[in-house]
C-alpha cells in the first residue's frame, strides 16, 4: 500500500510540480492551498506543510493537527532560521525542510518518518532504580511500559500523551534501558541520518519527556555523551521502589 501525503502549499508553482515529482516515486498526494483546508484533512500517511500560508501560520497548524492526531508532519519552508525550526519540533512536528530541496531528499524523509512510526514492536516495562534517582522530593512512580504497537505510554497507570518525536526518543532509550546512547546516534535513529537541523531541539524534545513522565529522574544526561533512560527491566510484577 502507497503513502498518502496532504500538502498543505498556497504557491501553486511549488505545489504543482511537488505533487507530480511525489507521484513519480509512487507517493499518493492531496493538495489543499489554506491552513484551515488542512486542518480539516484527512491527513493521510505524511503530513507537508509549508510555515507561509494565506490565512494563518503555518506553526498554527501544526499546533492544531497534532491536538487532535499522531500523524507525522514535515516542514517546507523558506524559513530557515533556528527558531522557527526549534518552533516547529517543538509544536510535534517530525521534520524540517527549508526550501529549496528536492524532491528525492523530501521522499527520503517523507519514508523515514512512516517507517519510524509503523514500527511494531512489543511492549517494554521497566522501573526506576533507586540509585539513578535525582535529589528531590520522595517520588513514588509506577512502572514504565511503552508499547510500541498501540504506540501508548504509561507510568504506573496513568496514561501519557506524547508527541510522535517524544515517542519515538522514549522508545528508543527503553530498547536497552541503562545504556547510554549518544547525541549523533539519537538523531540518527529519531530524527534522520541526514538531519541537518538545529541539535538543540533534542534537548527540547529531552525537557518535555522530562516533564511527562513526571520526574527527571527517569532520562539521565551524561555531559559530553548523551542520554540514558535511568532503569532497570522488570522481568516480574513491579516491585515498591523505596525514595529516601
Same mark, same amino acid.
Given at each position: 500500500?502507497?503513502?498518502?501525503?496532504?500538502?498543505?502549499?498556497?504557491?501553486?508553482?511549488?505545489?504543482?510540480?511537488?505533487?507530480?515529482?511525489?507521484?513519480?516515486?509512487? #507517493? &499518493? $498526494?492531496?493538495?489543499? *492551498?489554506? !491552513?484551515?483546508?488542512?486542518?480539516? /484533512? %484527512?491527513?493521510?500517511?505524511?503530513?507537508?506543510?509549508?510555515?507561509?500560508?494565506?490565512?494563518?501560520?503555518?506553526?498554527?497548524?501544526?499546533?492544531?493537527?497534532?491536538?487532535?492526531?499522531?500523524?507525522?508532519?514535515?516542514?517546507?519552508?523558506?524559513?530557515?532560521?533556528?527558531?522557527?525550526?526549534?518552533?516547529?519540533?517543538?509544536?510535534?512536528?517530525?521534520?524540517?525542510?527549508?526550501?529549496?530541496?528536492?524532491?528525492?531528499?523530501?521522499?527520503?524523509?517523507?519514508?523515514?518518518?512512516?517507517?519510524?512510526?509503523?514500527?511494531?514492536?512489543?511492549?517494554?516495562?521497566?522501573? #526506576? &532504580? $533507586?540509585?539513578?534517582? *535525582?535529589? !528531590?522530593?520522595?517520588?513514588?512512580? /509506577? %512502572?514504565?511500559?511503552?508499547?510500541?504497537?498501540?504506540?501508548?505510554?504509561?507510568?504506573?497507570?496513568?496514561?501519557?500523551?506524547?508527541?510522535?518525536?517524544?515517542?519515538?526518543?522514549?522508545?528508543?532509550?527503553?530498547?536497552?534501558?541503562?545504556?547510554?546512547?549518544?547525541?549523533?546516534?539519537?538523531?540518527?535513529?529519531?530524527?534522520?541520518?541526514?538531519?541537518?537541523?538545529?541539535?538543540?531541539?533534542?534537548?527540547?524534545?529531552?525537557?518535555?519527556?522530562?516533564?511527562?513522565?513526571?520526574?527527571?529522574?527517569?532520562?539521565?544526561?551524561?555531559?559530553?555523551?548523551?542520554?540514558? #533512560?535511568? $532503569?532497570?527491566?522488570?522481568p516480574g510484577p513491579p516491585q515498591q521502589v523505596d525514595f %529516601?
Amino acid at each position: 500500500m502507497g503513502i498518502r501525503v496532504l500538502l498543505i502549499e498556497d504557491d501553486e508553482t511549488i505545489a504543482e510540480p511537488l505533487a507530480e515529482g511525489l507521484g513519480h516515486f509512487g #507517493l &499518493t $498526494v492531496d493538495h489543499v *492551498a489554506t !491552513g484551515t483546508e488542512g486542518l480539516r /484533512g %484527512p491527513y493521510g500517511d505524511v503530513v507537508l506543510l509549508d510555515l507561509g500560508l494565506p490565512d494563518m501560520d503555518g506553526v498554527d497548524v501544526c499546533r492544531g493537527i497534532r491536538q487532535v492526531s499522531d500523524v507525522p508532519i514535515v516542514i517546507l519552508s523558506a524559513r530557515g532560521e533556528e527558531a522557527d525550526r526549534v518552533l516547529g519540533l517543538e509544536l510535534g512536528a517530525d521534520d524540517y525542510l527549508a526550501k529549496p530541496f528536492s524532491v528525492r531528499e523530501l521522499v527520503a524523509r517523507v519514508r523515514a518518518v512512516t517507517r519510524r512510526t509503523q514500527r511494531p514492536r512489543a511492549p517494554v516495562e521497566a522501573t #526506576l &532504580t $533507586v540509585e539513578e534517582t *535525582a535529589p !528531590g522530593p520522595p517520588y513514588e512512580p /509506577g %512502572p514504565l511500559v511503552v508499547d510500541r504497537r498501540t504506540r501508548q505510554v504509561w507510568v504506573g497507570e496513568v496514561p501519557l500523551a506524547l508527541t510522535p518525536k517524544e515517542f519515538e526518543l522514549l522508545a528508543l532509550l527503553t530498547e536497552d534501558p541503562g545504556a547510554v546512547y549518544s547525541r549523533q546516534q539519537i538523531l540518527d535513529r529519531v530524527w534522520d541520518p541526514h538531519y541537518e537541523g538545529p541539535t538543540k531541539t533534542l534537548d527540547v524534545h529531552v525537557a518535555a519527556l522530562r516533564r511527562k513522565l513526571g520526574h527527571s529522574a527517569w532520562i539521565q544526561t551524561l555531559r559530553g555523551v548523551g542520554f540514558r #533512560l535511568a $532503569v532497570q527491566t522488570d522481568p516480574g510484577p513491579p516491585q515498591q521502589v523505596d525514595f %529516601p
